[in-house]
DNA sequence: CTGAAAGCGCTTACAG
DNA sequence: CTGAAAGCGCTTACAG
């Protein structure tokens, strides 16, 4: 068994030319291109094609420091196989933002899982510190591993809001906040004064902005808030009849569709007896994101997330923060979420 | 302004511990842990954690160390927006197994583009070694890229076969002669005797393997073999009409969607007329590619490239390559395709 | 114009 | 048990 062939180095080709390793590294970088002499400079060029050199990156980068890899971490799968498929349009933006700025993308994935989420510290130490910076998703976030990235001043950007009680945290969100607010504003201006607002996500940054955009909406207009989290459509209609609202915000998409469902078992029809608004989805025109969601007839009343450019903004904030740059738009950045008047937002019945 | 974040060296763990490099070193790949004293270990696995270091894997990788990372390079983007997202269950497989072996993935996208395509080597220069090993996967290959990387033996496998003068390339394909051929059957039973092969890719390994399929079962039968290689469904339909065929197979979704449609627009009857099967698309039980695929209202006849399965033994066949492993099964493996009796393929009209 | 040398961060024999 | 040193392949001042 032979053992493998060894790459040609600068050296060698070096010794083959009858020069010195370094005069191979002019030609091969040969912005000076002056100081090499016409008659050296072609037999190392000669030596160079005969041999197949190609450089090895290793030492080049290690040279140079930068290895010129931007980390992506999830903390679910990065490539998921549900219908929702939550995560393609922010890998869509940062790929293109990635390659566009000359990065390649370090995905962690090997770190294994507790309690079938992946962790960034694994038994004490920070694999991410293999790329330059990294950029973060996820629904799910370990607060202590947030405060502990912080801590070590590791360059990375979150996609979403995220706050830590350990420092300022980089991030592109969405604004949810004005969006709601919108959304409200569109219920009450199609003649709604019972809009109650229905969160079924946990208490995170996202349900957060969207109660505070709601909160906010109903305090403009002297309103009591009508909040429900609720996971049994049934009870939620029971609670919109109790509390007689005549129009929902729901903040997420198959929710929506099941109180809608639910309402039409129940003679409840939707938008006629009731107006729904989803509080965020994929923009499809950015993305075929939408189409591989839930399939669904009805054109809601919505706002978009603009998950393709959160994609790219994270990547640009990030390579600015790496290249020692303070991002003129800050390291917090909201991006609008376009509101989609679709057909289930109508006048309430009188 | 700040200045970009440096990143902790070994030197600087050491100097905070008070202890040489080489020892930091020696913590961190404890193989040999017998011989570091509880005292100082303890004192460098603070500093450790102190500094948040992590390993710089160019350095690593420079002095031939592995990384357990697995580079994926494709010839178009890997996150891709079209519709037909034709890689997704691949890499769906790809992340699946990697994760499961503890490999990250080190997605190669900085080369650059030329005519739209990526490329492995950029000005002489080849990224991948930063991975110990990589897969590749495209429909565009470039064969000279091929040739040099078999030369310089860096690991990889390919997802699809491909051949190379250059030498033995590895690979997880699917065995699209044999699933051609059993088309091929299908439509014989169904009574079919001129049965048509339409070819609209190029003179790539998959053609090549649909058409010795093609062949192979046309001998069979003592039939003449009828081969189109035509964009244009009119014309397509204009030579199914001069050669008299009943059946057609089709080596693409897209074009039997616009072979049908354009026959319906002739007055032809897709299957009553004509029966058409599909050579080839994604199993949809085993990711949701196909429902992201062009949506179509036929239940086409055809078979399925095993996707999702072809990214994890070509893993799996890297990972073995990688361990000094010849795999068992070899490393040219062609998965077999599933048939999808669809409504496509009938009895010829009397 | 060219060579010798330093050093990027790391691992691994080799001495003490 | 620990430190000093060599060397992986490369780029870049620095001398000649």
Redesign the interface.
Known sequence: MSS??R?ITQAEVARIAGVSQAMVSLV?NGSDSLRVSPKTRNRIEEALRST???????????RG?S???LGVFSYE???P???A?FY?PF??G???E??AQ?????????G?RVDGRRRVYEK???????ADGCILLGRHTDREELARLL?????FVFIGRRESSAGRVSYVGADYTTATRELYECAWAAGHFRIGLLSVSGENEATIDRRAGYLAAARVHRRQANMITEDDPRVVLAQVRARRLTALLVDSFAMAEAVRSSASAEGIRVPEDLSIAVLGDSDPTQ??AF??EVPSEVDWTMFRIPRHEMGTRAVRMLTQ??????PAEGTQLLLPCAIAEGTTVVAPPT
């Open positions: 493998p062939p790459r091969l197949g050199y190609t450089v090895d990156i290793m030492g080049r980068r290690l420091k290895n010129r890899i799968s990065v490539f196989s549900g219908v498929d393609r890998l869509l940062i790929e293109e990635a390659e000359g990065f390649d993308l370090m995905l962690f994935i090997s294994g004490g130490e920070n694999r991410l510190g293999i801590d070590e001043r590791f360059p993305s075929n189409s591989s923060l790496l290249g020692g740059v303070t």
